[in-house]
């Protein structure tokens, strides 16, 4: 039985939730009826990753993009997809050029995806993120149905962000960021593990993951920390993460005078067990299209505060608390969650029947690449 082969193409930073996604889809598809390949500009850190390592997935590149030499990078973008690819899945955040999927059509490739994960540009510069939520909104209007088979979206705000009114509703198409629940099964002994090792036994412990960039609002959070100190002697805050502005809220900590409660761990690969050591965990994005480690938390049993622009699709057990990103309300909520806490259990079954375990989803996920492909 031939494979299908799958062709995503993926952003050049590794350490985000798309490529989380991806790698999960990895672990657990059929590989004996699916092969995936990775299309990028730059694929040095990918071949640094365990995955690359593990699972050694083919890797193609292109060196120049449509915006720089348009005729270079059509033939290059050509001669990879000759190469036997039956699906294109391209996963985006905003648009900035639809060349690749012109190509691809124009080709006959079978199924071509445009598969939406963000509601927002992420650019730590507010000049550059004007500048290139212009250039989004000009592609947006010019996206048709002629430049895809599929259309799929973490979310309905994922959803709307990305597709114009030209894309009818119903051919969008919801894929649920699926995760690997039995790894995220409240675990009492593995907390109590996990806090003495990070030296926090008797800590009110409030946990963030997610990297250090515009969208995840990291400076709302540390001024609402401080706030939450004065009230709670012995808060710590849990911060797991790398990216640009991590230097700088290393200083603002400082400036706040909260710099030895704050714990900034860097990039972990441990996520799972530490929120098992949280109390709470919170998410002050100033936008998500749908953010996986908030069904993971949920899934350890923690309570969820989340700043209302992120979509209340996140909340799948009724413990995401959804405020306003205003200082005052999220300490009070903050404060009220460490008074009224409750007694921690797993949300792992359901998590499963609301769809979002890997290891039930993958088979749905299968179905939708093998259709009209000639493939069941």
Same mark, same amino acid.
């Given at each position: 039985m031939r494979k299908i082969r799958i062709l995503h193409m993926t952003p050049p930073i590794i350490n985000n939730g798309v490529y989380k996604y991806i790698f999960t889809l990895l672990k657990y598809i059929d590989k004996s009826r699916f092969e995936f390949d990775f299309l990028m500009q730059n694929p040095q850190e990918l071949m640094r990753t365990n995955e690359y390592r593990k699972y050694k997935f083919g890797i193609r590149s292109f060196t120049t993009t449509q915006r720089e030499d348009p005729g270079k990078f059509r033939k290059e973008i050509y001669d990879i997809l000759s190469d036997g690819y039956e699906i294109l899945e391209l996963h985006t955040s905003y648009w900035r050029g639809f060349m690749i999927e012109e190509i691809a059509m124009e080709m006959g490739i079978h199924k071509v995806i445009v598969h939406s994960h963000s509601s927002g540009l992420d650019n730590n510069e507010p000049a550059e993120r004007a500048q290139q939520l212009m250039l989004h909104e000009k592609f947006k209007k010019e996206f048709t149905c002629k430049l895809a088979t599929d259309f799929w979206a973490c979310s309905r705000e994922a959803g709307e962000w990305l597709f114009g009114e030209q894309i009818p509703r119903e051919r969008i198409r919801y894929v649920r960021n699926a995760i690997e629940a039995d790894k995220f099964v409240f675990d009492e002994e593995l907390r109590n593990q996990k806090r003495r090792e990070l030296g926090l036994e008797h800590c009110f412990v409030i946990g963030n993951t997610g990297r250090f960039e515009y969208q995840k609002n990291h400076e709302f959070l540390l001024k609402v920390f401080a706030? *939450?100190?004065?009230?709670?002697? /012995?808060?710590?805050?849990?911060?797991a993460g790398e990216g640009e502005l991590l230097q700088k809220m290393k200083k603002l900590s400082l400036q706040l005078g909260v710099a030895n409660d704050v714990i900034f761990l860097g990039w972990?690969?441990? *996520? /799972?067990?530490?929120?098992?050591?949280?109390?709470?965990? *919170?998410?002050? !994005?100033?936008?998500?299209g749908l953010a996986l480690v908030l069904i993971e938390a949920q899934t350890t049993g923690l309570?969820?505060?989340?700043?209302g622009t992120v979509s209340k699709e996140s909340d799948i057990t009724?413990?995401?608390?959804? !405020?306003?990103?205003?200082h005052k309300k999220w300490t009070v909520r903050i404060i009220d969650a460490y008074q009224n806490k409750t007694a921690r259990r797993s949300w792992h079954e359901e998590v499963r029947k609301a769809g979002y375990d890997i290891s039930y989803?993958?088979? /749905?996920?299968?179905?939708?690449?093998r259709e009209r492909i000639g493939c069941e």
């Open positions: 706030d *939450v100190r004065e009230k709670i002697p /012995n808060a710590k805050l849990l911060l972990r690969e441990d *996520v /799972n067990e530490l929120l098992q050591a949280m109390d709470l965990y *919170v998410q002050p !994005s100033l936008f998500e309570s969820c505060i989340v700043s009724g413990n995401c608390i959804f !405020s306003e990103l205003d989803e993958i088979r /749905n996920i299968e179905q939708m690449y």
